[in-house]
């Protein structure tokens, strides 16, 4: 009997490097998150103690170079992501915001004053970074946010509403997205400016162990140096959606793994009609398609993974990586939910809380409709959206 990272030999196709990084990886999450996942999914509760031991073990803005980051490998981080997933979608959501999304924006965009004033402290886990694009009403057409940046006397003055803001709570430093009569510019906001309001949207029944918010902006004033100088226009905001998207791609196949060993060990273990159900051919079937599905997700994860160290990996290439990732991760939860049958609704398995979250996976960083549309676009040359 072979698990399933072993049939293939897919770690043939990883160096020494990548799987020190990814079993490090698995250890933290096995050892310091999924004791507790179950118990912190069921009470809304984010583990904000783990943060400083995250940074500590250099998982935080992993991918990036300089200002005490780990300047890792973009397969190793892929991979990193893949093992925090398989925990849970709200801890891989945490690495994205913090690593991929506000670090990401400060590396590529800030003054170097703003990279040294935040890079070490966010990459050390000292401070939590956000990162402030989506509206209620511009969820999937940022470039219809209603958020305003005025230049007043010595300031910038920024009000709106922001809506899905990952960890906007518990942050010291919000990105934020904001129109300006030169067009949409980021932000950084400290979040103790008066002004800047963030309430936890509590009604969540996904990614119950992370924090989305609600946002507003106030009549919100920072410096005129709040300004990240070279963020200019929407393509910056979306360049950090990109990296995003890439852990995504990788970690939701950590989603999808767990439910497949769930559904194998319990395949197992069950019997019916006199024998295992995993002797029954129907019960064979889906195994076998959920494998094979998983190991065409982690060939897709790989390639996508090598284009990005190359520093050649396009935006339409990511839309064809989470659209089909997330898709399947979401078609093994579920498949593996009908093989444990009644059990696979208890919390006693992570399958249920695994499905409950790839659906927020599915909508957050382009939804599936999105990437359908982005692969659309590409094949016709003519955008539907
Ligand atoms: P358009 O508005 O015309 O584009 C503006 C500029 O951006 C460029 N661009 C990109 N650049 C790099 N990478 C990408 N993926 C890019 N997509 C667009 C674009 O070329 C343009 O540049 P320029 O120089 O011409 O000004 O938009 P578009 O027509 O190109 O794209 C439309 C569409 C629908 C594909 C895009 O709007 C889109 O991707 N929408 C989805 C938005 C999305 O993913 N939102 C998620 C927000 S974050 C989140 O969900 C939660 S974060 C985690 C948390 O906080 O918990």
Redesign the pocket.
Known sequence: MASPDELLHLDDLLTDEERSWRDRAREFARSRIRPHIDEDFENRHFRRELVGELGAAGFLGMHLQGYGAAGAGAVSYGLACLEFEAVDSGWR?FL??QGS?AMTAISSFGSEEQKQRWLPAMAAGEAIG?????EATS?????GMLTTAVRDGDGWVLSGHKR?????SVADIAVVWAKTDDGVRGFLVETGTPGFTATPIDTKLSMRA?I?CDVVLDGCRVPLDAVLPAAT???A???C??K??FGIIWGVMGAARACLEAAIDRSLTRESFGRPIGQTQLVQQKLADMFVEYEKGMLLALHIGRLEERHALA?DQ?SVGKLNNVRQAISIASQARSILAGDGITSEFPVMRHMANLESVR?????DE?HT??LG?ALTGL?A?
Not at 130 to 134: E, G, P, Y
Not at 139 to 143: H, L, N, W
Not at 164 to 168: K, N, P, Q, S, T
Request: with cysteine; aromatic share 12%.
């Open positions: 959501t994205s915001v999304l956000c990162f402030a694009l989506t969820g999937s057409d940022p470039a899905w803001i990952g960890l906007a992370s989305q226009g929407l393509g905001a979306f360049s959606l990109n995003a998207r935006p990511l909508t957050y960083e382009g939804t999105i549309l982005v676009r955008a959206f």
